[in-house]
DNA sequence: CGCGTTTACGTCGTTCGTAACGATA
DNA sequence: TATCGTTACGAACGACGTAAACGCG
């Protein structure tokens, strides 16, 4: 067993079971990856992929848990490689993030922009997924931290260190009824109107149904789009009344009524997940006191150590309260 | 960065940081480890140890950094080998259990007898240590399990299953006026006596002495011993009334008598305790099934993952009662 | 016939052990 | 002077890439 081996398998299983494929993405060639394999199973006697013909066809019951202790230890060879770097004060780097596109779209420019001040040779890669597979990206070890949001609880996988509340907000096209009222609407009457949203409202666990459900009503989806910038677009254009984040809503959107929501929904919160016993190199967390100024650096790598669920972070700021945090810090 | 680099590593923190006595443990030459510790270290940047002279010294701080990340690489590498020999169905294998003397003298032999009937191919290793460094070996992925004891709250390290509770018992010589009497002794008479027991009874933490200090007393340590063997034999010596864990009883010790203590200490737990997230051998499992028969395979499984602290497992027996329980099983 | 895998082969790099050397206490 | 680590060297192994063959859709 080696790590080149363990690393040609993870690469394997990452590339769909394609071996040409994966040899690529390692930088050599494909016969080396189809013996390094074969020495691997021969080594540990058994099959990790069940062929058909001469591909790989899927990944065997033993072969998946292999997969995810390799994971386990290519993930640590690169912490070791973190305090290497670290240490020699090196400033190069990646920046891996998996998130929502609300969050790459209105939350991370800032804190990305002043990273790539301070840190001009660090390259980031912004990894946009929908909501569930965040957190696969960062199991799989493919991004460093995911920034993901959730109404109450964190998520369950690694730790989560909280970043900021939202709220949602209701907007409408300039004109429509609801704007000239003094009084924000109510469930009920957001329940008789067109919404557009995003996609995940469609969930049954999604907080914006939970919140109608909660008073026995459902609410009329329109239309659903993955992205604020449509759901804004959809709703100047008429399609129905927009509910989205707080975040989503920029000094420019002089065109479209601005309601909140806070009476309507339960407060979000985004959080900052890492893999639980990963490294930080410095830029990273440089990255998170930008973005989430409240965190203190100590606590931070003390949580990521493992040592408590630390349920109560003190002094997690609002949205709209950050930009002030950001500038005392 | 190779696997073999790092297993060296380890060898070398392990062995004192004397490379020669390290190649000699993995079955190599001195040289071999030399160049491989240096090639390391270039690769990586920086001093793992700080050199005295030719001879390494100590290890640097971020070294021991990385010799944390490497043993949990080593550890991983192990899984996915005895992944590997239990699909193979290799009945040869070692158990290495770090344990107490109690516990490897009077509560495992049961248990590893019947172990080495199923799996006569499997080699036991018992490492005795005391109580503080049970979990240092477990942590330093030097054995598969301990097996350790605690008042109360299960250990921090690791998964800890509770395999059973047990008392302490109070023993005296047969001519002793304690063993006349109908009614067992308070906390004030024993307080009065000279007292043999355990080493880990002179700490401040030790159960037996805050039961004492729970009500303003001191007891009289007249001696310790490290194991339970000896404490009975300067009892019958006549050195003071023994103080000692009811397993330590044996049919044989005709010559003391044996007075319950449960009206004055807290009840004991004794925990399996498992490296999170490693993948147990068959005959692991086959073990822990022999000693702790209450412990569900099904759970087993679940609590190594990591799922959740399970405080309160059903059904653990109290020492006198495992028996029964190993016959039904 | 293209795609993907395996097999075959030659080259190159690396590791390993032996042996000699050097430093330290 | 004994112990422990480094340097030097030659042999052997193993990994890698190129090129060709094989199977499958």
């Not at 398998?9 to 993405?25: F, H, K, P």
């Not at 070791?80 to 090196?90: H, S």
């Not at 209105?106 to 002043?114: D, Q, S």
């Not at 912004?126 to 460093?144: F, I, K, N, T, Y």
Request: with cysteine.
């Amino acid at each position: 067993m080696t790590l080149v081996q363990l690393r040609y398998l993870i690469a394997i299983a990452d590339s769909g079971l394609n071996i040409t494929l994966a040899a690529e993405r390692v930088h050599a060639t494909q016969p080396g990856l189809s013996k390094q394999l074969r020495q691997l199973e021969d080594e540990l006697g058994f099959q990790l992929f069940v062929r058909k013909g001469k591909s790989l066809d899927t990944v065997t019951q033993a072969g998946a848990q292999v997969i995810e202790r390799a994971r386990n230890i290519l993930a640590e060879a690169a912490n070791i490689r973190a305090i290497a770097a670290d240490l020699r004060n090196d400033a190069r780097g990646e920046l891996r993030i998996a998130t929502t596109h609300t969050q790459a779209r209105f939350a991370l420019p800032a804190a990305i922009a002043a990273l790539s001040i301070s840190y001009p040779q660090v390259s980031v890669h912004l990894q946009p997924s929908r909501d569930a597979e965040v957190l696969a990206q960062l199991e799989a070890g493919h991004v460093d931290l995911a920034v993901i949001s959730s109404a109450g609880t964190p998520p369950i996988f690694g730790v989560a260190l909280p970043a900021y509340h939202w709220q949602r907000v209701i907007v409408t096209p300039p004109r429509h009824p609801l704007a000239a009222r003094a009084q924000p609407p109510s469930l009920a009457e957001l329940a008789a109107l067109p919404l557009v949203s995003y996609e995940s409202s469609l969930k049954t666990e999604s907080s914006l149904r939970r919140a109608f459900e909660a008073v026995g009503l459902t609410p009329q989806i329109a239309m659903t789009a993955g992205d604020a910038d449509l759901i804004k677009t959809y709703v100047r254009a008429g399609l129905g009344i927009g509910v989205l984040a707080e975040m989503a809503m920029q000094p420019g959107d002089t065109d479209l009524h601005c309601l909140p929501a806070d009476h309507l929904f339960a407060a979000c919160t985004t959080w900052i997940v890492l893999r639980r016993e990963s490294v930080l190199r410095e830029y990273m967390l440089e990255f998170i006191r930008q973005f989430a100024p409240h965190l203190e650096r100590r606590e931070v790598i003390r949580a990521l150590a493992g040592d408590a669920a630390i349920a109560d972070w003190p002094g997690v700021p609002d949205w709209h309260a950050r930009d002030a945090l950001a500038v005392a810090a």
